[in-house]
Every structure is written in C-alpha cells, then in structure tokens.
C-alpha cells in the first residue's frame, strides 16, 4: 500500500528549500497556457464543454506531470475550473471526492496503521524472515516475502523504513567479518530486494496500492453499467503477478546480477535479536492480527469467486440485498472495531487499540489525489471528451489486442519511472477506456495492465519511494538500480501479458474478440 502522493522525490527541492526547480517553473506556466490555448483555438468542432474539458486535463496533466504545484493541490482544480466553465456543477463535483472507493482506503488504512502501532507488522516481517533464511539468497528470499506481504496491506514506504534497518543490519556484520568488497553484491542484493518487493506487493490487493483503487473507480464512472471490481477478483488477478514478479526479482538479483561469493556466510542471530526485542506477542498485537485476518477475508469472500470450474460461494449471498454491502463497508466496520478493544498490557500506550490519533495519520494527500482523478474521469464523460477521443483511436480496431497490450504496458512501466504513478494512472486510464471502445475490445484488456504496470518501476531512486529509501543506505549507486530495474522493467511487461491473458480474462470475464454491451461512451455535443 502506497502512502506517499508521488512517486518523485526532489533533491534539489529539500537542498534548497525556496528555490523551484526549472522543470517545475516551465511547469507551472506551461499549463495555463495550455489550458488557454485549447480554450481560445477549440479544436474540438461542435463540442464546446469538451474543448473546456480538454483544457482542464492539459493544465492538470501538465502539472501533475512536472509536480508544479502539490499533486493534491492539482487533484483541486476541478472543484474550482467545472462550475466555472459549466462542465459540472459544485453540487456535483465535491462528491466525486468522498465516496465507497475512498472509504476502502481509509478503512484499510486505519486497520495498518494500527498494526503499525502494536509493531505488528514488525513481528510479521521478523518471523518470515526467519522462517525462510538460511543461506544469503535465502536471507534476501526472506526479507523479499516479508516485504511483499506487507506492502499488500501497509503502506510501501513504512514497510520500506521498516525493513531497510533491519538489512542494513545484517549487511553491516557481514562487512565487519567478511569486508565491504566480499559483502558488496549480498549488500545490493537485499536492499534492491526490499525496495522492488515493496513495489510489486501492493499490487497484489485492491488496497495494496492507490493506482489499483484509481481504476476500481475510474472504471466505474466511465462504464456506470459494468460490473463493479471486486476485492477477491482483483486478489485472483493480482496475487499471481506479485509471485512471478517476487520470483523473476529474486533470481535476477541473487543468481545473475549480485550472486554472493561461497564463503560469505550470514550471521542469523542478528535477526533472532530483534525478535527478542520485541518480546512475548501481546494482547493488543493478537487482537489486531485477529481483526486484520478476519478482515482480509471478508474481502476476499464477499463476492463468489470463480476458480476455473469451481464457483466459491460469497458470504453476501446470505444477505437479503447483497448488492448493499461493498468493499468499503467491511473495511470500516472493521476498522471501527478496533475503536472499541481495549488494550490489557500494563503502561500500553493507549486505552484503546485504535484511538482518535490515527485520524492526522491519514494520507489526506492521496485521498485529494483519488478525488481529482475521480472528476477527470467524470468530466471525460460527461462532456463527451471520452468519444472525442476514442474517435481517434478508431484506427487501433486493426491493431491485435495483445500487441495494443503490450504497447500499454511497456509505456506505463517506463512513464512512471519520473511521474506519480497514482497521477499517471489517472490521467492515462479514461484515455485508454476511450481507446479500447474505440478500437473494439474490451476496456479492461488496457486499463487492468495499464494499472498494474504503473507499480512496475524499477529503474530510478526517483521512481518509488520504497526505491530512495533503500538508496539512502548507501549501498545502492543509480548505476547499480538501473543495471537490474531495466530488465525487471521489461519482465514485468511480459508477467503482466501473460498473466492478464491467463488469468485476467477468465476472472473478469473478459471476451477478446468481443465489445460488452456496458461500454458505451457518451457522444460529444
């Protein structure tokens, strides 16, 4: 689960605080011009709320894109730009920005930040550490599986800060014994591990990680009548990326790139200590995995899953109106439980598991984030700028669905190495539903892979901040990220091809060859 607003971290921004960087300046005036440009010369003929519209996405694609201004300061543009210029009306538009897909998130959210409080995670994290270590590459297995778990539930960046000091750790004994030279590739390895495992776990879950619920939503109001993507559908779909991903990560890091010499051997007292520090597992830490394992599968059961030939029945059905309960709804009550437990160990910090403390805790940042993405998609369709622009791409029709696939796929993958793949995934994804109407296939054979590649960025500190965080250890050079994040880019290309294709169709009930009757776009006029 991705906390952070962007993927981009400025050094030249925190190295000199009232300075802005020339991108961002060029950025900043860029937009508006744009948006003025698109306004005055109206290229859209007969569509004058779509020309309007038009000028509104350049002008927040523009500063989304050189982080001008705050990403959730652009995520506002349209509570103020649609009444203005008649797209849609204030009434309207602020709604768009507080609704069941939000609620999801902060529901999720407030569960792993208390589990983040009672070091649960932490235990979690230690234990499959310990399970699995044994050699070096099994060390680097160890941290990579505890990191990826995690991250489909906590946020990337606390799951990154988390686990970086506890390999730095292990690498730093290894360097007193062995020396830095011998220990280099180990000490690469792990620290490239928690970083990429951090990034390909959240996209294993429909809360692991923003871009997911982006399109959950977008999807839903460009295609109102499609059917909603559910928590357990997405986990089907998700869960198998994460695995091939884990696994083409660890191979290439510890058998081909960083392969660690024979006689380095790794100390595992070192992760025996930091279990001990933390002790017997408390109460407060069992109630909270209770309420966090009781949740995760209530999501994945509420809806009938089908595996194949086999249909597993979901618990909504028992329900008189099954359609009334969604996602969000267990992921608050669930949340609110833990409002009422109180805690029993002695000088714990709190009365209660979860207290009015985690409220400033909240990434309201990314909650504005989703909104702002959420009313760019409205205003796509309701102006008719969604038809505009899928009338464009009606040459695609000639083009083979795989192969528009795999276009998708490698774009977003490389596109998000020096953008917000939240504000990427936003600003792509009503384009890419208007291209597959346009071109005759299902929407979501673009849109599924488009958002999952937004999390496959591997290349760049920038890129994710689960990435700088590891390469502020200082065992990392650009060099050395780059060297592994290009090809795990391109692997990540053919994973989510091959997986969406054996996978993806199936669950979503996806026919290639067909256009649903629920994709329909409103004509612009």
Known sequence: MTTTATNQIDPEASADPGSMPTGKKIGLILGPALFVLMLITSPIPGAPAANRMAGVA?????????????????????????????????????????NSTIILFIGGFMIALTMEKWDLHRRIALWIIGKIGGGPARIVLGFMLAAGFLSMWVSNTATAIMMMPIGLAIVLRMEEEFGIKDTRAFSVAIMLGIAYSCSVGGVATLVGTPPNLSFARIFQITFPEAPIISFGQWLLLGFPVTVFMLAAIWFLLTQVFYRTPRHITVDRTIVGAEIQKLGPISFEERAVLVVFAATAVLWVFRRPLEIGAITIPGWSGLLPDPSLIDDGTVAITMASILFFIPTRTPGAPAARLMGPDVIPRLPWNIVLLFGGGFALAHGFQVTGLSAFVGERFAGLSSVAPLLLIGITCFSLSFLTELTSNTATAEMILPILAAAGVAAGVNPLMLMIPATISASCAFMMPVATPSNAIVFGSDRVTIAQMARVGIFLNLVGVLVVMTVFYLVGIPVFEIDPAALPPWAVLQSSG
């Open 58 to 98: 350049l002008l927040m694609a523009t500063w989304w894109i050189t982080d001008a201004i705050p990403l959730f300061a652009t995520a506002l543009v349209p509570l103020v730009l649609y009444p203005l210029l008649e797209i849609e009306s204030g009434g309207v538009t602020a709604p768009l920005y507080f």
